[in-house]
């Protein structure tokens, strides 16, 4: 059974129809990336699995329960994490309480040693508060906090998104160990070299619709595959 | 709602007026009660003109209502004038300057800042009338000795000294405040005051100048509020303190909810529901003080479930017995077929499209040609930093007249800042606009609209609970009218070519066939095209066009394709979109952004074929 | 000239004053910053802690228990009303909220006139701090004395619970992001169920120690409304150090105004707010986005 299974997912902003019968599988331990231009939907099919938008029609089922429709925490419960492409730090709060704060309803909670173990720039920086930090730091705080309830499956939204190359290089290596460690990912990016040397498998998201569905080999192999579907 | 057929409400006015002496003493209403409900339905009309029409929630009339009526009961009682109505006129246009002063502070904020202003000011009278100018207002004990109204007709002279002829000038009083609030709220003023209610964004966007039409609101409230007040004195012989009361403004707004906000004649029942209700606690049930809890009890449910009050409930049983008769309502767009991969729909449909003959060109915008030709928009040096964020660099960018262009770029582009640049809804940092020859830099978006720009936006900004036609009508008025005009006396159908424009959108626009049919009830396609339509009616000369396929399906995407390619024709439009399939169809040229900076300008096939742009989109991943 | 021992008692009174309304403002304004209503039943909750207090004094006689009864009946009522009502107004629009919680207010005011009258009740201060302490160049009222302390000790409490326990974190992460602090796992509606019954706890303490200053009857909340909203204008809504010191601010501003003319203190805050609202828009530490 696959972690993950999504079919006939449709979400509405409004009355605005932005995903058309999504529907992916992610495996355990896989990594998945979504690909697709912007305006294609792809941020809003991370936001409907976490529940933050109500997806109108379709069922979700993670690790064997159906989860479309219910609200956020019980998702959050239920072993999903979302890290928003905006990040939304709790500026007022510092790392330390942004860190905390996250483990607070978690059954396995990462101890605070884990997290800085892994993230040793964000030791350093305990006592900031959100607002004071970088947006390389601000990413990896929004990562931490996510990783810090264990979760089941990992979504991220644009991780890479805004950074300078260097702190871009920096995060992909932290995501290869945790892919490699066992991390189930779904990942949805712009930056496709970057969603590449992650991703075991790509979706293409076009307009709302999946329109392809790829191997990372098959990729490698083919590269016009994509450019068919991303490039101009 | 006030629409059809002028003169009914008139009437039914004037006949409830004229019947309610014999009908309601039945109910045990006494001529006093029957005058004080007249007193409470004129200060609600100003008050719902405020609240239930422009959307503005004041708990502070009170302090205009006490002002008019004290202002008029200290002429009349210490100054010696002797005719009722001199000063309580002069009481009302007392009232409306202080409703003018006081706007100027309450009106800095919306929302809830409004209201706890408003609260304020309530308290902030009181005690004002109460203690430091208790010389003036009699203090704690009112203005005693207000004397009844008299009419000298020459030969004779009418006293209106009784119960009941008292009620007769009361009435005619309300009769008169009736009809002018039906005027106000017909007119464009009226419109408009409605359209702030519902999307005081859009409404700024389309060229109104709302901060000047919230202030007229405000300012016809305290008249309407000043009179009333001056009317309270002429009734109870005497002008009280309590008036001022934040209890007072409390009152109004409870019984406004409850007769139904937006409909004039809400405070009226309310009232009507209030004293008949206290009367009837008071005297037949002998429970004393238990009505108010009663009463507050019923305000809360009717908050809860009948939110548009007692008419509002009799109109929404109204409407559920009219649609139960009416047709069902087709959808607009048919479902994707079956079978197809949405992918192979959308390539059949463009090959179907592209099969189809140009359609036949618009008539250009009316706007004076300031130049026959040449750049139309020059953005130069345009930047915008964010706190160490720049998310635009540098831009340089020039519009034909006549042309349609499109820009894309991956995100992070900054195509959103530049587009609201553009606009004006956010000032650059550094950098010029020019549009038209004017310089526009740091204008803001209602005059910019006026100016000949404007936009439709990403996500639907209509007027959801008007019509379409309203909605269209609300755009062309500001570029019939100019930003701001006090023609609140003026029949729409006065304003010369405002129908024709309407219609002429309509047609563009492609919405013709139900024109009066609410927004909320249509078709996502529908609400998409009539977006544009907002725009298109304000006769620009330069359209921007923000992601105007949004959310749109396959067959969606076709027909607004067909729109924009008609529209665009005779006007100078940008367009900005993801959907570069669609996109490419229809412009003529290409402006791409990468990280705030322009990266190259050309035709759709020179951007197909140009590597960097590739480059860009892709991120290192490109064919072999 | 400016009698000065009469001067200085009065920047006293403000200070008490001022402490009072921060304690009752911060309720208001965490309640605003992390539900987005304004609660226009505030005053009115004030004064149900009066009520509750003054009646578990009649009972047992003993002021600490008033004090805590008044607190936790606020706190009731505070949780029970978002629970009822509230939570099913914050998808509708902000006047169909302002209109709600001003009915509850009415209702709450109207039944307490119904069970109990219009007269004011008196709760005595506890044995202990009646009459008058000497204070060198002047006499205060003991219990007013005693007040400052108290309140005082409430308001640090609330800081404490907001800065110091998860508790606080919550609400202060809930004040800026709820859907995030949802996204972690955390029902954001007990949270603000929590906050609304602090909130009102606040308000209901207050409502409780200040009766053996001035009497409670059921119109005393309206008052206490109108100086708070002024207060959190001045301070910045939604934020509990704008509260604080707003309060301070309106405190002093009434006191020293009503040295010179008692009618004038509404006048002066009026225009202070006003002023902050020209010069500051959105208060003296507030932030934006917060209509």
Known sequence: ??????????????????????????????????????????????????????????????????????????IAQAGMQLVHEERRIFGSLNVEENLILAGLTATNRWPLERVYAMFPRLKERRQSRGTDLSGGEQQMLAIARALVREPKILLLDEPFEGLAPIIVRDLLTTCRALAEAGQTILVVEQNISAAMTLADRVYILNNGHIVEMLTAQTVREQPQMLHRHLGV | ?????????????????????????????????????????????????????????????????????????????????????????????????????????????????????????????????????????????????????????????????????????????????????????????????????????????????????????????????????????????????????????????????????????????????????????????????????????????????????????????????????????????????????????????????????????????????????????????????????????????????????????????????????????????????????????GMSVTDVCQLGLTKSYQVNQLFTQLTVRQNLTIAALAERRGKFRLDMLRRLSKISGLAEQVEHTLELVDLAGHPDKSVSALPYGEKRRLEVGLALACSPSLLLLDEPLAGMSPRERIDMVKLLRSISQGRTVIIIDHDMDSLFELVQRVTVLQEGRVLVEGTPDEIKGNKAVQEAYLGGVLAA | MINWSNFISQVFNGVVLGALLALISSGLTIIYGTLGVLNLAHGA????????????????????????????????????????????????????????????????????????????????????????????????????????????????????????????????????????????????????????????????FAGIVNAPVVSIAPDVGEAILVQTFVVIVIGGVGSFPGAVLGGFIAGEIISITSMFNPGYSYVMLFAAMTLVLVLRPYGLLGTAGRE
């Not at chain 1, 449709?10 to 992916?24: E, Q, R």
């Not at chain 2, 001199?86 to 409306?96: N, R, S």
């Not at chain 2, 649609?323 to 090959?351: F, H, L, N, S, W």
């Not at chain 3, 002021?63 to 505070?78: C, E, K, N, R």
């Open chain 2, 1 to 441: 709602m006030f629409r059809q057929r002028p003169l009914v409400i008139e009437i039914l006015t004037v006949i409830g007026l004229i019947a309610a002496p014999f009908v309601l003493p039945y109910l045990d209403f006494t001529p006093t009660t029957m005058s004080r409900i007249l007193v409470w339905g004129l200060f609600g009309i100003g008050f719902d003109i405020l609240f239930g029409f422009t959307g503005l929630l004041s708990f502070g009339q009170s302090a205009f209502y006490g002002t008019g009526g004290m202002v008029a009961a200290y002429l009349l009682t210490r100054v010696g004038f002797s005719h009722v109505l001199f000063p309580v006129i002069i009481g009302t246009i007392v009232a409306a300057i202080v409703g003018y002063l006081v706007g100027l502070i309450a009106l800095r904020r919306t929302g809830i800042y409004f209201a706890m202003i408003t609260v304020a000011i309530a308290e902030v009278f009181y005690f004002v009338e109460f203690n430091p100018l208790s010389d003036y207002t009699g203090g704690e004990n009112g203005l005693p000795g207000v004397p009844t109204p008299t009419l000298p007709l020459g030969f004779t002279t009418i006293h209106f000294n009784t119960d009941w002829s008292l009620y007769t000038f009361f009435a005619f009083w309300y009769f008169v405040g009736i009809v002018i609030a039906l005027r106000i709220v017909r007119s464009p003023v009226g419109v408009i005051f409605s359209a702030i209610r519902d999307n005081p964004l859009r409404a700024a966007a389309v060229g109104h100048n709302i901060h000047g039409y919230k202030l007229t609101a405000f300012v016809v409230a305290a008249a309407y509020a000043g009179f009333a007040g001056g009317l309270l004195g002429v009734l109870q012989g005497f002008m009280p303190p309590e008036a001022f009361t934040f209890d007072t403004s409390g009152q109004l707004v409870m019984q406004t909810a409850i007769g139904g906000a937006g409909t004039l004649f809400g405070p009226l029942l309310g009232a009507a529901v209030w004293l008949y209700l206290s009367d009837f606690f008071q005297n037949t049930l002998e429970l004393g003080a238990t009505w108010k809890l009663v009463l507050g009890v019923v305000f809360v449910l009717l908050v809860c479930f009948l939110r548009r009050g007692l008419i509002g409930g009799v109109k929404d049983l109204y409407e559920l017995m009219a649609r139960r008769g009416a047709a069902k309502v087709e959808p607009e767009e048919p479902a994707a077929v079956p079978g197809m991969a949405a992918e192979d729909e959308q390539k059949a449909a463009r090959i179907a499209f592209a099969r189809e003959p140009a359609p036949p060109a618009m008539p250009a915008a009316r706007r004076e040609d300031v130049k026959v030709s040449g750049p139309i928009l020059q953005a130069s040096g345009l930047t915008k930093r964010y706190d160490g964020l720049l998310a635009n660099s540098d831009i340089h960018f020039t519009v034909n007249r006549g042309e349609l262009r499109g820009i894309i770029g991956p995100n992070g582009a900054g195509k959103t800042t530049f587009f609201k640049m553009l606009t004006c809804e956010v000032p650059p940092t550094s950098g010029k606009i020019v549009f038209e020859g004017r310089d526009i830099t």
């Open chain 1, 1 to 74: 059974m696959s972690l993950l299974e999504v079919s006939g997912l449709n979400t509405y902003y409004g009355d605005s129809h932005i995903l058309f019968d999504v529907a992916l599988t992610v495996e355990r331990h896989e990594v998945v990336a979504l690909l697709g231009r912007n305006g294609a939907g792809k941020s809003t099919t991370l936001k409907s699995l976490m529940g933050v938008v109500s997806p109108r029609a379709g069922s979700i089922v993670f690790d064997g329960v159906e989860i479309a429709g219910r609200q956020s925490h019980a």
């Open chain 3, 45 to 204: 909750m004030f004064m149900l802690g009066g009520y509750a207090g003054w009646l578990a004094y009649t009972y047992t006689g003993s002021f600490i228990v008033a004090v805590i009864a008044g607190s936790l009946f606020g706190m009731l009522v505070g949780v029970v009303t978002e629970r009822v009502v509230i939570r099913h107004f914050y998808s509708r629009p902000h006047e169909d909220q302002l209109l709600v919680t001003f009915g509850l207010g009415i209702v709450f005011v109207e039944t307490v006139r119904f069970f109990f009258g219009s007269l004011s009740k008196t709760v005595p201060p506890p044995p202990g701090l009646v009459g008058i302490t000497p204070l060198g160049f002047m006499f205060y009222p003991t219990y007013r004395l005693a007040l400052l302390g108290i309140v005082a000790v409430a308001l640090i409490a609330l800081y404490l619970v907001l800065y110091r326990t998860r508790i606080g974190m919550i609400v202060r992460a809930g004040i800026e992001d709820s859907v995030m602090v949802d996204s972690l796992g955390i029902d954001v509606y007990k949270v603000f169920m929590l906050v609304f019954g602090i909130g009102a706890m606040a308000a209901g």
